[in-house]
């Protein structure tokens, strides 16, 4: 089975820094994905970790510990249009198992 | 085309009749994935292709709901006597490889059961 928690919703400034966390229990760990999905669309992919540490991509960065069952996402320099749903999703055994997501609104 | 794409957008139908729901996956693409996602809600896990392996279909709620995939590409969701509580965005999405492959997402089926 899997187990994925993520906060529900965040809020942020424009030009801020956030840290949306995830934490899972899942069988058969192979890597962890974050996907984007802005309202109404279909979710675009972010980042995929597979080892321990920081993969940094602009101004998106993502973390993962496989000990520990935990990632996060970085997003610095927020700008309104980040404003979207964020998900963490890992692969469970061999399967995407996606997580409720954190819908991230982002203020002027 | 390039994409994932994904037949029909909109589907508004009466509670009891049945729907297909069609998804055509990125030519080469060797898995494929629907899911569903109930407004305001995130992506529920409905049922897993990877080649010619039996299906996953640990995901699907119901007997109500089906899914194949002919000749390793396109693939059918079917739903039979549909409910109220079936109304959702039904996704598709496909990847190179099962396992590690990046998800490419359809745009989505928008199921209303009136």
């Known amino acids: 089975g899997q187990n994925i928690d993520q906060p529900t919703e965040m809020t942020a400034t424009e030009g801020a820094i956030v840290q949306i966390n995830c934490t899972y229990q899942?069988?058969?760990?192979?890597?962890l994905f974050w996907y984007q999905q802005h309202a109404g669309e279909a979710p675009t992919f972010l980042s995929y970790?597979?080892?321990?540490g920081l993969e940094e991509k602009g101004r998106f960065s993502s973390f993962l510990s496989r000990s520990k069952g935990y990632s996060y996402l970085l997003l610095k320099e927020l700008q309104m249009k980040d404003s979207a749903s964020y998900l963490c999703?890992?692969?469970?055994?061999?399967?995407?198992?996606f997580g409720t997501g954190t819908r991230l609104q982002v203020f002027p | 085309g390039a994409g994932v794409s994904q037949s029909p957008s909109n589907k508004v139908t009466e509670k009891g009749k049945d729907v297909e729901l069609r998804c055509d996956p990125i030519?080469?693409?060797?898995?494929l994935y629907w899911y569903r996602q109930s407004l305001g809600q995130g992506l529920e896990f409905l049922i897993y292709?990877?080649?010619?392996?039996?299906?996953?279909k640990s995901g699907l709620p119901s007997d109500r709901f089906s899914a194949e995939r002919t000749g390793g590409s396109v693939s059918t969701l079917t739903i039979q006597r549909t409910q109220q509580e079936d109304s959702a965005v039904y996704l598709c999405?496909?990847?190179?490889?099962?396992?590690?492959?990046?998800?490419?997402f359809g745009e989505g089926s928008r199921l209303t059961v009136l």
């Open positions: 999405a496909s990847s190179l490889m099962g396992g590690t492959g990046e998800l490419f």
């Open positions: 899942t069988s058969g760990f192979n890597g």
């Open positions: 970790n597979v080892l321990d």
């Open positions: 999703a890992p692969y469970n055994t061999d399967k995407l198992i």
């Open positions: 030519s080469g693409h060797t898995a």
């Open positions: 292709f990877q080649g010619n392996s039996a299906p996953d």
